[in-house]
């Protein structure tokens, strides 16, 4: 069973001299304000206290029958106390009083990159994402061992979160599934991650991106693309855990003088294959105003490594795939290829 | 409406033992069981340390607003003005801070004990080996468990394993195979007296490898070799994402129809919702150009041709000595 020490529900007060605060008051206000914000006489929080609670000649909170008086505040607010004497003399102010079950909210707002988000010590901590614009972080300073960040994208505009970035303190990095792009988020995305015992940063627990995220595929022949241009140029990614899920769509509008294999270029994440071509490859789900195809059209990854990375496109013919060439292509060819593979 | 809770005591005052203010007495503050001075604060921010020992208010005998750091214990140590101690109250915590248990050991750890509190993390840190893990021993109804698996570390946790007391035992989404973690994470909450710990979140990390085989007619094919043979796959939820590459560098003398065995995972629905897609398909002969699928039924798949009628189980006479295939198989984990 969790232990904790014994709570005081009934506190009483004194003078400076020692006697029973008799007739004193305690004023609760909102945290930092003058704005009132009620005490209660249960754990439910139903009935508020007058304000201010008048002691009785104990010292003590009491009801309007003279009985002492239980004090219960809001676990999500932040309070300011007042303790005055009998005569409205202010004997004690405490500001920012919060309970332990608090999970406090850090809103950020500005964007640019990389930004260093502070965040208060707390069991657990939330963080909203509101930013008019895309924004990268690069750490979280102030946590404390075992602690939780809730993150929540509650905005359109994309919020990186980046692995490992070395212009930031070891304490406060962040360390992801993927370590070859940021983590996103976008609304309505979450991530959950963890911060290790002393010297050691945010590891990240749970993430789900929201939205899907843009990149931009490039059509190749052979690595280059001379006088090649697009219709349609669209590409759509999902991170979850260590692995991209997305597809793409490039519609031609010339296919330029360039030759050799087609090879899709611009990927997301560097994917891990070892060695070579194993795990998961794409799936051509459309492709149209090709020529002499001798069988339909499949794909495969370049190797782990291979710099730029790459997906060929083949034709299969029931024996040997053919490279799928400049030959094979119109200026109006169109194809979709959808793709999942795990990341670096 | 959040939980109410009492009125923290913000407001401290003292006395000595005859009930006058402890004027001119003062709170001396040492980390939990030590000698080592560790500070209030002036600031829930912890950013301004009060003078240690904090001096109480004369007259009066009121401290002021000492803030202290949610994830430490500390000693607190009331003395009078002489600087006599009055009393020593020892390991205070706040309730406000996440414990961690830190495994470093490799095979079959089994069972790992946790402490009690809202939540605890557990921070797998093992190298050389995977680490296997059937329950985690002590915790409360309700607790929160975070798993986390340094980049390195493979850890294997296998639900409703004996090795653990019923009460200890995990219950993940999928009962027939260790949901494994390599360099992933994972959230379990521990259930009502007498139960064990369910599966709440899971990133798995890394792909875990597994050896795909061919077979002919349900067997091992006599003579078969492979130039290339490596499998990996991921589980989220029930779902099982797996990769596969092989490469005969001999087809052997086997006949019979041809199936992809070594499945990590027995299927849910044999058949219905769980099939191959071949993305490269070089060395084969006799398909056609409509290329290869599958269906899995339990722990193989049935690999398949189109033609113009439906779909042809492929054999023996599909295969050549330089067979290469690289596919995808979707599964629901039984």
Sequence with gaps: ?344 | MPPGVLLPPAIQQFFDSNGKPLDGGSIAWYLAGTSTPSPAYADSGLVTPLANPVPLSNPGGRAPAMWLDGALAYKEVLLDGAGSTIWTADNLTSGQSVPTVTVAASGNVFNVAVPTAPVVGVQFTNTAASTSVTGFVGGQPGQLLVLRAVPTAQVLLYPNNSNSAPGDMLANFVGTIATPLYGGAAIYQRGAAGQGWNLISHEQGAPVAWTPTYTLGGATPVGMTYGTQLGHYVLRGRQVFLGLRLTLSAKGTSTGTLQLAGLPVNDVAPGSESGLIAHYAGGWVGLGTGGITGYVSGLVVQLVVWTSTGIVPMGDGNLTAGSDLIATVQTLAA
């Design chain 1, 1 to 344: 069973m969790p232990s904790l020490l014994a709570p005081l529900p009934i506190p009483q007060y004194f003078d400076t001299a020692g006697k029973p605060l008799a007739g004193g008051q305690l004023t609760a206000l909102g945290a930092g304000t003058t704005t009132p914000s009620p005490l209660y006489a249960g754990a439910p929080l139903q009935v508020p206290l007058e304000d201010p609670v008048m002691f009785d000649a104990a010292g003590r909170p009491a009801t309007v029958t003279g009985q002492p008086q239980e004090l219960w505040i809001d676990s999500a607010l932040a309070y300011k106390f007042q303790l005055a004497a009998a005569d409205g003399t202010l004997l004690q102010t405490v500001d920012n009083v919060t309970s332990a079950f608090a999970v406090p909210v850090v809103t950020v707002t500005t964007t640019g990159s990389p930004a260093s988000v502070p965040v208060p010590k707390a069991p657990i901590v939330t963080v909203e994402f509101t930013q008019a614009g895309t924004l990268q972080v690069a750490g979280f300073p102030g946590g404390q061992p075992g602690q939780l960040l809730l993150l929540r994208s509650r905005t359109g505009f994309a919020t990186g979160l980046l692995h490992l970035d070395a212009g930031t303190a070891v304490t406060d990095r962040l360390t992801n599934f993927a370590t070859s792009a940021p983590t996103y988020l976008v609304s309505p995305g979450v991530a959950l991650y963890q911060h290790g015992s002393a010297g050691q940063g945010w590891s990240l627990i749970s993430h789900t991106q929201g939205a899907l995220l843009p990149w931009t595929p490039t059509w190749t022949f052979g690595g280059a693309s001379v006088g090649l241009t697009y219709n349609t140029r669209d590409g759509q990614v999902l991170l979850q855990g260590q692995y991209a899920t997305g597809s793409l769509r490039l519609q031609l509008t010339a296919k330029g003088t360039s030759t050799g294999q087609v090879l899709i270029q611009g990927w997301p994440y560097l994917w891990q294959q070892p060695p070579a071509q194993t795990v998961h490859g794409p799936y051509v789900g459309y492709g149209l105003n090709f020529t002499g195809l001798p069988g339909r059209l499949t794909s495969s990854y370049s190797a782990q490594g291979v710099s730029p990375q790459q997906i060929y496109l083949w034709a299969f013919t029931g024996t040997t795939p053919v490279a799928v060439s400049d030959a094979f292509c119109t200026n109006t060819s169109d194809l979709i290829v959808q793709f999942r593979y795990p990341v670096v």
